[in-house]
């Protein structure tokens, strides 16, 4: 059965940095991309950004997050990274981790509240 769990979200104030994690159980994470997701109130989820599986290793980022954030990966840890710089208010949403099997992203967290106030 895999497993993602999120954890580092919390009440920031504009300007601040989180690191967000995600441990993976039941899937090898450098075999497959991860993708860092976000859904604020009242709009619809988007991709935040996107890590290919290890041996490709390339990045998306949102134009809404790129130059702030750095999706990376930990393999020994079997663990995906969000880093987030210079939070603005408009990063307030729910973030969820997911990996993507084959076309399609399968597998997904529970997710972890950022809030930015200004």
């Known amino acids: 059965q895999v497993q993602l769990v999120e954890s580092g979200g919390g009440s920031v104030q504009a300007g601040d940095s989180l690191r967000l994690s995600c441990v993976a159980s039941g899937r090898t994470l450098s075999y497959y991309g991860v993708g860092w997701f976000r859904q604020a109130p009242g709009k619809e989820r988007e991709l935040a950004a996107h890590?290919?599986?290890?041996?490709?290793?390339?990045?998306y980022y949102a134009d809404s997050v790129k130059g702030r954030f750095t999706i990376s990966r930990d393999n020994a840890k079997n663990t995906a990274y969000l880093q987030m710089n210079s939070l603005k208010p408009e990063d307030t949403a729910v973030y969820y981790c997911?990996?993507?099997?084959?076309?399609?992203?399968?597998?997904w967290g529970q997710g972890t509240q950022v809030t930015v106030s200004s």
């Open positions: 890590l290919d599986r290890s041996d490709v290793d390339t990045t």
């Open positions: 997911a990996v993507k099997v084959g076309s399609k992203y399968k597998d």
